[in-house]
């Protein structure tokens, strides 16, 4: 709250199933019951993981640093599932060393990056290519002729 951490504490009744005997609490709005903090703090961790280093967020926050690790993991998640990447009608096929080699698809005509894949391998650029949606789309091809590439084109 106006960027101080704050705990908040709630007494929440605990009910046992009659037949079970399992026990549980009623359920709280707006809190993630796994990560036991509010819905929008987790939010706004997952937000801030994409600028800011895990360790930072969870020092401020006062939690372990996996927990910040696995917020941004879902984050990324829900949001590959929601947002649409757009298929450049000029694309780009080429390489990055990030550790190691990887392949950069990009958009020649906005020159923004569409995608970095995980390795350069043939099969990873072809699975790539073969599941992209609106391929019809892409009116011309630019890459270096590293050989795997030549024939990633999918069918
Ligand atoms: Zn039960």
């Known amino acids: 709250m106006h960027g101080k951490r704050v705990g908040v504490y709630v007494d929440t009744r605990r009910y046992q199933c009659q037949s079970c005997n399992k026990t549980f609490y009623a359920p709280l709005p707006d809190i993630d019951e796994k990560r036991k903090m509010t819905k929008r703090l987790v939010e706004w961790i997952g937000k801030q993981a994409i600028t800011r280093t895990f360790t930072s967020i969870?020092?401020?926050?006062?939690?372990?640093?996996?927990?910040?690790?696995?917020?941004?993991?879902?984050?990324?998640?829900?949001?590959?599932?929601?947002?649409?990447?757009?298929?450049?009608?000029?694309?780009?096929?080429?390489?990055?060393?990030?550790?190691?080699?990887?392949?950069?698809?990009?958009?020649?005509?906005?020159?923004?990056?569409?995608?970095?894949?995980?390795d350069r391998n043939k099969p990873t650029v072809t699975r790539y290519l073969s599941q992209l949606k609106g391929l019809d789309q892409v009116h011309y091809v630019a890459m270096d002729m590293w050989k795997p590439w030549e024939h990633s084109k999918p069918k």
Not at 68 to 81: H, P, Q, T
Not at 89 to 117: A, F, Y
Request: glycine fraction near 4%.
């Open 58 to 118: 969870a020092d401020e926050v006062g939690i372990v640093e996996g927990t910040v690790r696995s917020i941004f993991r879902d984050y990324i998640n829900a949001l590959e599932k929601t947002v649409r990447f757009e298929i450049p009608q000029w694309m780009g096929i080429d390489e990055i060393h990030l550790i190691k080699p990887r392949c950069v698809i990009s958009n020649i005509q906005n020159n923004t990056i569409v995608e970095i894949l995980k």
